[in-house]
Every structure is written in C-alpha cells, then in structure tokens.
C-alpha cells in the first residue's frame, strides 16, 4: 500500500488542524493505521492508530482528549483531527499502516508515508 498525508501547516496555539492520509495499492481496509511523529532533534513517537475495523483506537498519552484518528475505508482515507494544539505538537507527521500487531511500535509498520510539517507557534 502507497500513503500520501497532506494537510499540515502552521497553526496558533489552541487551534485545530486535521491530516489527511490518502492510501492506494493494496487493500487498505486490512490494515491498522497510524500516525507518528518526529520532532526537531527527538525521536519518532508514536500518536494514535485505528484498527481495521474502525472498533480500535489507540492514543499517546501526550494527546488523549485533544486528538482524534479516524478513517474511511470506502474512500482509502485516513484521518488525523487535532485540537487544542500546542507548541510541543510541533512536528513532522507520518501516517502508516500495517496488518501485525502492536499498533503502537513503528517497527511493526511496513508502509510509510512522505510526512507532513505541522508547525504550532506560541
């Protein structure tokens, strides 16, 4: 499978932004989707993931409460809303996708999209 995110930019703080993550290729609706984060000079983290079912989500802590991953599996979509943003959410952000388990460890994710840039100024 092939993902592309989009939707980034520069926000205040306390404002949204929602991220997109267009899918094609293999079957997307099997897979597990996720976001990830990378922060200037820290490493990649993990921020939420959706099951295949849509039934299972899974937040980082850092983010319960002001974020919220969804998805559409008729269109191959994948969703990132985020509110209440914050200086700290400062990031590239990557969704991924995978069908092994463990949805919270990058390592188990085999299909990796460009990133986007979300950029929150105080």
């Known amino acids: 499978v092939q993902l592309q995110a989009f939707g980034g930019g520069l926000v205040r703080a306390g404002g949204s932004l929602r991220l997109s993550c267009a899918a094609s290729?293999?079957?997307?609706?099997?897979?597990?989707l996720a976001w990830f984060r990378r922060a200037p000079g820290k490493e990649r983290e993990f921020v939420a993931a959706?099951?295949?079912?849509?039934?299972?989500?899974w937040y980082a802590d850092s983010v319960k409460g002001r974020f919220e991953i969804s998805r559409e599996n008729a269109k191959n979509t994948g969703y990132l809303q985020m509110h209440s943003l914050k200086p700290e959410d400062t990031a590239v952000y990557y969704c991924?996708?995978?069908?092994?388990?463990?949805?919270?460890?990058?390592?188990?994710?085999?299909?990796w999209g460009q990133g986007t840039q979300v950029t929150v100024s105080s």
């Open positions: 991924a996708a995978q069908n092994s388990g463990a949805p919270t460890l990058a390592s188990r994710y085999g299909y």
């Open positions: 290729g293999h079957s997307f609706r099997s897979y597990t």
């Open positions: 959706i099951g295949y079912n849509l039934r299972s989500t």
